[in-house]
C-alpha cells in the first residue's frame, strides 16, 4: 500500500515538472536565433539620399557664382578689346637736330601737330595731341621740350609730382579747376606737359590722355649748349 501511494506521489511530480518548461520557439532547419542586439529599429536606420534634390539656397547660390563667372568673362572681353585698339608710334626728332627729341604713342583715334624754332640744333618743339572727333580748334595737350624754360607769374599755384618716374612740377593758374601745366625738373627741366583743353574734353578723354601720357619719352640731346654722350630714356 505504502508502495503504491509512492508512485502515485512521484508520477504527480513528473506531471509537474513537464508543464514547467520553456516555451518553444519554431527555427527553421540551419537558421540561427536572433538575438536582442542584433534587432535595428527605425531610429537606428540611416536616411536615404534621393539623387538629383538639391536645396533651394544650394541653387541660388550656383546661379550666383555662374552670372559672376559670366560678368567677368565679359570683362575680360571688353579689356581684350580695348587692348587690340591701334596705336601708332610718333617720334619727332629734327633732321638737322635738336637739343630734345620727343617720342610717344597714340591711339588710331586721335591726331596730333607739331611746330619747332628755326635755329640749328632746334631748341625748342611743341606737339599738340588731340582727338580726331574734337579737332585742335577745341583746345590740346601740348607736350613740350624748350631750352631754359621757366614759369612765374601772379596766380600759380605748384606741387610737387611724378611723370613717368621722374619728378615734376604740377602748375595751376588762378585756381582752376584743371591742372595748366606739369614740368619736369632736374635733369629734365625743360621738358613739360600743357593743357590747353581745358574742362572741355579733358574730363571726357583723361583715361585716354593718362595712357597717351605713360608713352611719353623724352631723349635729350644737349644740355645747356653742351652735346649729352649718353641721351636718358
Given amino acids: 500500500m505504502k508502495k503504491r501511494i509512492l508512485l502515485t506521489v512521484c508520477f504527480i511530480m513528473l506531471l509537474c515538472m513537464a508543464g514547467c518548461g520553456s516555451p518553444n520557439t519554431d527555427v527553421a532547419d540551419g537558421e540561427e536565433p536572433l538575438t536582442v542586439s542584433e534587432i535595428v529599429t527605425k531610429e537606428d536606420e540611416e536616411p ?4 538629383g534634390l538639391e536645396e533651394p539656397e544650394a ?5 550666383a557664382q555662374q552670372k559672376e563667372s559670366d560678368n567677368v568673362q565679359q570683362e575680360e572681353s571688353d579689356n581684350v578689346q580695348q587692348d587690340q585698339k591701334a596705336w601708332e608710334k610718333v617720334v619727332i626728332a629734327p633732321p638737322e637736330g635738336a637739343y630734345c627729341n620727343i617720342s610717344f604713342s597714340l591711339p588710331e583715334d586721335w591726331d596730333y601737330s607739331w611746330a619747332q624754332t628755326e635755329d640749328v640744333p ?10 580726331k572727333a574734337e579737332g585742335d580748334a577745341k583746345g590740346c595737350i601740348a607736350i613740350k621740350y624748350a631750352e631754359g624754360f621757366g614759369v612765374c607769374g601772379t596766380g600759380l599755384e605748384s606741387v610737387e609730382t611724378t611723370f613717368n618716374g621722374h619728378v615734376a612740377y604740377k602748375g595751376t593758374y588762378d585756381d582752376h579747376p584743371y591742372w595748366d601745366f606739369i614740368s619736369l625738373s632736374g635733369e629734365y627741366r625743360g621738358c613739360s606737359i600743357w593743357n ?30 653742351v652735346p ?5 630714356d
Avoid: H, M
Avoid at 541653387?59 to 546661379?63: G, K, L, R, T
Avoid at 631748341?123 to 595731341?129: D, H, L, V
Avoid at 590747353?196 to 645747356?224: C, H, M, N, P, S
Avoid at 649729352?228 to 636718358?232: E, I, N, P, Q, Y
Fill in 196 to 225: 590747353y583743353a581745358g574742362e572741355t574734353w579733358y574730363d571726357k578723354y583723361q583715361e585716354e590722355l593718362e595712357e597717351i601720357f605713360a608713352t611719353v619719352k623724352f631723349e635729350l640731346l644737349i644740355r645747356d649748349g
Fill in 48 to 51: 536615404v539620399e534621393v539623387a
Fill in 59 to 63: 541653387e541660388e547660390s550656383n546661379n
Fill in 228 to 232: 649729352l654722350k649718353d641721351a636718358f
Fill in 122 to 131: 632746334v631748341s625748342s618743339i611743341s606737339i599738340g595731341i588731340y582727338p
